[in-house]
């Protein structure tokens, strides 16, 4: 789905880079500048009629990544939080699906 915002940061901190997928529902982000070895937070704006998300990271290797849901209800516009456990990797790929309500 295009036009869907997400920011990506360190957790707990003010610095978030922000982007928005394209035509083909692919967003990316140039982490290089948040410092290495930790989690990186990924925060989506849901698109109406989310209930929920989906998501499955690898590091460069194609190892796969730790990953912790946050909820954060009643937020206004609804988003999903997610913690990415990204260690000392410096590429990371996520697959991410929007589940809708039934």
């Known amino acids: ?8 940061g360190r957790p707990y901190t003010d610095f978030f880079i922000t982007a928005y997928t394209d035509a083909a529902g692919i967003v990316a982000f140039e982490i290089e500048g948040l410092p290495l070895r930790g989690t990186i937070r990924i925060i989506e704006e849901l698109p109406p009629r989310t209930a929920r998300i989906v ?11 730790p ?15 997610a ?17 809708a309500f039934e």
Do not use: K, Q
Request: charged fraction near 15%.
């Open 1 to 8: 789905m295009p036009g869907v915002g997400f920011r990506v």
């Open 55 to 65: 998501a499955y990271c690898v590091d460069d290797a194609g190892a796969p990544l």
């Open 67 to 81: 990953l912790t849901y946050i909820a954060v209800p009643g937020n206004v516009p609804p988003i999903m939080v």
């Open 83 to 99: 913690d990415l456990a990204v260690g000392e990797t410096r590429d990371v790929a996520c697959d991410w699906y929007n589940v």
